[in-house]
């Protein structure tokens, strides 16, 4: 099965600019889904596809992917953004599992 | 309102069975792909097992093949998790997810109903 790779930790300060990357060889393949899960919450999800948001989203929330990389920015951070975020893709090898990444804690200075 | 809830979890011994439900509702239960995703305490996501609208096909992670069986009663609206052989590597909430919607014939792995999750304690 493949892998998703997330930095393990990120920060930003109140208002500024934050991009979560999240790697992996399923991502030259498949679209990488992004999940906001806040402590004691179940995940919510903020990005999909090549960059969709559902519905009721914030459009700070902005998704982008190139090669193996897929990318989650958050254009004016809020405190209300700290939380743990997660990327998922489609598993590379074919058999239609799904692979989480591990997950970046962000920290809103 | 679109809803998922689990039931089910609980302590239970190694080696035993437990069975997890997921009601739905405020949606057509059985024209959406079903997940069951779980997180070990302090741990991040982990996927589990998907099943199809229809019940047609079924995939799961390489950590539960052939221990776990993911099913679902669209007239019931209702998915299941049969878990058996429980080991306490399998301690976890447990979250079903509704797969989303196809867009313009446009089909994506992500999730967007997720439900607040059941507790799994695998412990003698």
Redesign the interface.
Same mark, same amino acid.
């Given at each position: 099965?493949s892998e998703l790779t997330q930095d393990p930790a990120v920060s930003v300060a109140l208002g500024q600019t934050v991009r979560i990357t999240c790697q992996g060889d399923s991502l030259r393949s498949? %679209?990488a &889904?992004w %999940?906001q899960?806040k402590p004691g919450q179940?995940? $919510?999800?903020v990005i999909?596809?090549k960059n969709?948001r559902?519905s009721g989203i914030p459009d700070r929330f902005s998704g982008s992917s190139s090669g193996n990389t897929a990318s989650l920015t958050i254009t004016g951070a809020q405190a209300e953004d700290e939380a743990?975020y %997660?990327c998922? &893709?489609?598993d590379s090898s074919g058999?239609?599992? $799904? $692979?989480?990444?591990?997950?970046t804690k962000l920290t809103v200075l | 309102q679109v809803q998922l809830v689990e039931s089910g979890g609980g302590v239970v011994q190694p080696g035993r069975s437990l069975r997890l439900s997921c009601a739905a509702s405020g949606f057509t239960f059985s024209s959406y792909g079903m997940?069951w995703?779980r997180q070990a305490p302090g741990k991040?996501?982990?996927?589990v097992a /998907?099943i199809w609208y229809d019940g047609s096909?079924k995939?799961?992670? =390489?950590s539960v093949k052939g221990r776990f069986t993911i099913s679902r009663d669209n007239s019931k609206n209702t998915l299941y998790l049969q878990m058996n052989s429980l080991r306490a590597e399998d301690t976890a909430v447990y979250?079903c997810a509704r797969t989303?919607p196809c867009?313009n014939g /446009?089909c994506? =792995?992500?999730? =967007?109903i997720?439900?607040?999750?059941t507790m799994v304690t695998v412990s003698s």
């Open positions: 099965s498949y %679209y &889904s %999940y899960q179940a995940p $919510v999800l999909y596809g969709n559902p743990d %997660y998922n &893709s489609r058999n239609h599992a $799904v $692979v989480f990444g591990g997950g | 997940h995703v991040g996501l982990e996927w /998907v096909n995939y799961y992670a =390489d979250y989303i867009t /446009v994506y =792995d992500a999730f =967007d997720w439900g607040q999750g």
